[in-house]
Each structure stands twice: as C-alpha cells, then as structure tokens.
C-alpha cells in the first residue's frame, strides 16, 4: 500500500501563492490533488500521469494551478497562482494504485493522503 504525505498548506491573502508538495513511499503511475470545502463534496483540481507529461485540470483552477513531479523523489507538487478566497478548502493527495484509467478519471483514485489545509483570505 503506497503512502501519500501532504505538506505546505497554509494561509494566503487572495491573489496569492502556495504550493504544496505531496511525497508518495513508491512510484504511483496517476497522481493527483483534490479539495474538500466545508459542507461540499470533494473535488478533483489536477492530476498527472507520472510516466510522462500529461496533465489534468478542472476547470476552475486551469491557468492558475500547475501540477508537476520529480520522479527521482517520487513527489508532485501544485503551485498555487492567483488565489481566490473559494479556492479554500483541505487539499488530498491522490494516487491511482494500480493505474487502471486515465489519470483525469478522478473517481478512479483508491490512495489518500490526510491533507493539507489552504486558507484564502479576502
């Protein structure tokens, strides 16, 4: 069972950056983030397939939010551009172990990580 850890969450004003860092304990083919606000359903925001460069967004944070890796870490990270107050919400890192759909294919992530709280603040 592959092991997800989350790291750099933290408080921004709108308008700002964050990125946080998500260390997997093997290679994972599909990884990705999603968020939770409170009282909402749990979303994807972007994944990557770790093998070579496809990437996947939601809509709401395409032009803002970039995924990327380092696979000699086997770590992704989100970098966090243009920060909205709705974009506050825990942030999950997610792996598709073993990959069995496309790395976009949110409902098809079985590996979690506790999360990361992100804060924006109007």
């Known amino acids: 069972q592959v092991q997800l850890e989350e790291s750099g969450g933290g408080s921004v004003q709108a308008g700002g950056s964050l990125r946080v860092t998500c260390a997997a304990s093997?290679?994972?083919?599909?990884m990705a983030w999603f968020r939770q606000a409170p009282g909402k359903e749990r979303e994807g925001v972007a994944g990557?397939?770790?093998?070579?460069?496809?990437?996947y967004y939601a809509d709401s944070v395409k032009g803002r939010f970039t995924i990327s890796q380092d696979n000699a870490k086997n770590t992704v990270y989100l970098q966090m551009e243009s920060l909205k107050p709705e974009d506050t919400a825990m942030y999950y890192c997610?792996?598709?172990?073993?990959?069995?759909?496309?790395?976009?294919?949110?409902?098809?992530?079985?590996?979690w990580g506790q999360g990361t709280q992100v804060t924006v603040s109007s």
């Open positions: 093997r290679d994972v083919d599909c």
């Open positions: 990557i397939y770790t093998g070579g460069s496809n990437t």
């Open positions: 997610a792996g598709q172990s073993p990959k069995v759909a496309p790395c976009g294919a949110w409902e098809r992530y079985n590996t």
